[in-house]
């Protein structure tokens, strides 16, 4: 069930994911746990001051690159929600259409896991539930304001992108 | 000295599973896996991992738990001094609510 942890951002999995990894080896797939882990990723992608502040606090020196990064992401956000005509409502309904798209979609997908085990494909499309949602709360935040067929138009397009990506390393995986 | 019972209050969900891992570690240093199972065993609850790792990102955050370092993947984490204070002092404030209720169930 490791593959879940791609879920989460890259400084979280840095810290953590071979800990996590090591609590998940040998499990079977559980849904239970599948659930909690979807959860914790998109708690850290909403609060990446707790993982910034784990990091600062663990060691001060050795994790620079970490933090710097966190850093500009925690601008990056901070700067959008000011300048961009953001407001509060559709910052949630960004929030609630990520969670809702990524549940019902990673439903679908664990009826696939369940319908074709141990295919390639299926699992490196694991991820794909998660941009999805992530894509489709655009509309409400870097796309808001534009024409209904450019946000179709560029949400589609990048699924497609992304779909394609996942579905040629899950490829290459089974080729290997 | 400064209150520390209010050092989970701001946890959200994670407030219980904070609280139980840091009674998990108040006899000595473990990992996630032995914490898991320390944490069932005292209350009968078992975490999934990202309940776990999220509560222990936000202890770690606060300095109320530190990671050491192991040549395992498994990196044991133990108790800060501020960790224990704040344990005590949560502790603490449960036995005075837990003393009301009883005391009105008893008179009840």
Same mark, same amino acid.
């Given at each position: 069930?490791?593959?879940?942890?791609?879920?989460?951002? +890259? @400084?979280? +999995?840095?810290?953590?994911?071979?800990?996590?990894?090591?609590?998940?080896?040998?499990?079977?797939?559980?849904?239970?746990?599948?659930?909690?882990?979807?959860?914790?990723?998109?708690?850290?992608?909403?609060? @990446?001051?707790?993982?910034?502040?784990?990091?600062?606090?663990?060691?001060?020196?050795?994790?620079?690159?970490?933090?710097?990064?966190?850093? +500009?992401?925690?601008?990056?956000?901070?700067?959008?929600?000011?300048?961009?005509?953001?407001?509060?409502?559709?910052?949630?309904?960004?929030?609630?259409?990520?969670?809702?798209?990524?549940?019902?979609?990673?439903?679908?997908?664990?009826?696939?896991?369940?319908?074709? @085990?141990?295919?390639?494909?299926?699992?490196?499309?694991?991820?794909? @539930?998660?941009?999805?949602?992530?894509?489709?709360?655009?509309?409400?935040?870097?796309?808001?304001?534009?024409?209904?067929?450019?946000?179709?138009?560029?949400?589609?397009?990048?699924?497609?992108?992304?779909?394609?990506?996942?579905?040629?390393?899950?490829?290459?995986?089974?080729?290997? | 000295?400064?209150?520390?019972?209010?050092?989970?209050?701001?946890?959200?969900?994670?407030?219980?599973?904070?609280?139980?891992?840091?009674?998990?570690?108040?006899? $000595?240093? !473990?990992?996630? &896996?032995?914490?898991?199972?320390?944490?069932?065993? /005292?209350?009968?609850?078992?975490? $999934?991992?990202?309940?776990? &790792?999220?509560?222990?990102?936000?202890?770690?955050?606060?300095?109320?738990?530190?990671?050491?370092?192991?040549?395992?993947?498994?990196?044991? &984490? !133990?108790?800060?001094?501020?960790?224990? !204070?704040?344990?005590?002092?949560?502790?603490?404030?449960?036995?005075?609510?837990?003393? /009301? $209720?009883?005391?009105?169930?008893?008179?009840?």
């Amino acid at each position: 069930m490791t593959w879940i942890l791609r879920l989460y951002p +890259r @400084p979280w +999995r840095r810290r953590y994911g071979d800990e996590v990894a090591a609590l998940l080896q040998g499990r079977g797939f559980s849904l239970r746990i599948a659930v909690d882990l979807i959860a914790g990723a998109i708690d850290v992608w909403l609060h @990446p001051g707790v993982t910034l502040a784990a990091a600062s606090a663990a060691s001060p020196s050795t994790n620079e690159e970490e933090k710097t990064m966190l850093s +500009r992401v925690l601008r990056l956000d901070c700067a959008r929600t000011a300048d961009s005509g953001i407001s509060r409502a559709d910052a949630w309904k960004a929030g609630a259409t990520t969670i809702l798209v990524t549940l019902a979609l990673t439903l679908a997908w664990m009826a696939l896991v369940v319908r074709f @085990p141990r295919n390639d494909v299926v699992e490196a499309l694991s991820s794909l @539930p998660f941009f999805v949602g992530l894509l489709a709360s655009m509309r409400y935040t870097y796309l808001k304001g534009r024409a209904v067929v450019v946000q179709a138009t560029f949400i589609a397009m990048s699924v497609i992108v992304i779909a394609a990506l996942l579905t040629a390393a899950g490829l290459i995986a089974s080729a290997i | 000295m400064g209150r520390h019972d209010d050092e989970l209050d701001d946890f959200g969900r994670f407030a219980e599973p904070a609280l139980l891992i840091l009674i998990s570690l108040a006899d $000595g240093s !473990k990992h996630g &896996y032995a914490m898991t199972d320390d944490i069932e065993q /005292v209350s009968g609850v078992r975490f $999934g991992p990202g309940t776990l &790792y999220g509560a222990i990102t936000r202890l770690e955050g606060r300095g109320l738990i530190q990671r050491l370092d192991s040549d395992d993947r498994r990196n044991p &984490y !133990k108790l800060t001094a501020l960790g224990e !204070k704040a344990l005590r002092a949560r502790l603490a404030s449960l036995q005075a609510v837990a003393r /009301v $209720g009883q005391r009105r169930l008893a008179s009840a």
